[in-house]
């Protein structure tokens, strides 16, 4: 996956007369939450901005993707419809998604501001891979929520604890909100032998590598850093 990302970004870079497959504007999609506005969106995007909103991916193709999104949609119950808020907050009936209970419904009017936030900082927590954290919030409210005998919102929250539980939590999905340069270093090695691999990330995009075999490593133990 990062040799494609890397490759991508090279082509794009140096437009080799001859590679013509990915000489184009199109990048790998990317999930994009716009947590810059006061109610926020979920997309995706094939170019990533500077615009404050946050980036997961790159996927490697739409049907990565879609699958990302579905499993978001169906823990989260984002909306989404073509509604824009606060403007159409109360204006007619809500879909079909709120009657079948896939779509947690703001047009209704019943959804504050800050809940509304709260689902889009969760989204964001997940797809960052951050699911310890999420769940230790979820379980809170969980709590508070059963203490208030608000069971059906308790219940309500043990379903998606339970459904994050469930998932595996490797997400190898990077974020690119922040748009810092970083060097990223990888390190794994065993009794004899040892393998570093340097990835160069600037503005949010890998950009190269390097990558380097140690032998006779047995003068460092497993706590001591390699130089």
């Known amino acids: 996956k990062e040799?494609?990302?890397?490759?991508?970004?090279?082509i794009k870079k140096y437009r080799p007369k001859y590679n013509i497959l990915l000489k184009d504007d199109k990048q790998y999609p990317f999930i994009k939450v716009s947590i810059n506005e006061a109610?926020?969106?979920i997309s995706?995007?094939?170019?990533?901005?500077?615009?404050?909103?946050k980036y997961f991916g790159p996927y490697m193709g739409k049907g990565s993707v879609k699958m990302a999104l579905d499993i978001v949609r169906t823990l989260f119950k984002p909306p989404t419809c073509k509604r824009k808020f606060p403007d159409d907050i109360?204006?007619?009936r809500p879909c079909l998604n709120y009657h079948i209970n896939n779509c947690f419904a703001p047009c209704t009017g019943n959804v504050s501001k800050e809940e509304y936030r709260d689902v889009f900082f969760q989204i964001c927590r997940f797809l960052d891979g951050k699911h310890n954290e999420l769940i230790k919030?979820?379980?809170?409210?969980?709590?508070?929520?059963s203490l208030m005998q608000h069971y059906e919102k308790s219940?309500?929250?043990r379903d998606k604890i339970k459904s994050i539980e469930a998932m595996d939590d490797k997400q190898k999905i990077s974020s690119t909100s922040n748009f810092k340069d970083m060097d990223v270093i990888a390190l794994a090695?065993?009794?004899?032998?040892?393998?570093?691999?340097?990835?160069?990330?600037r503005?949010?995009?890998v950009i190269g590598r390097e990558h380097y075999r140690l032998e006779n490593d047995d003068r460092y133990t497993k706590d001591s850093p390699l130089v």
């Open 189 to 201: 090695r065993d009794e004899e032998l040892a393998f570093v691999e340097t990835f160069f990330v």
């Open 3 to 10: 040799a494609l990302v890397l490759e991508n970004n090279l």
């Open 137 to 145: 919030e979820l379980k809170e409210k969980m709590q508070v929520a």
């Open 90 to 92: 109360k204006k007619g």
């Open 39 to 41: 109610y926020p969106k």
């Open 203 to 205: 503005s949010g995009r």
């Open 155 to 157: 219940a309500t929250l």
């Open 44 to 53: 995706i995007v094939r170019k990533t901005e500077n615009d404050g909103a």
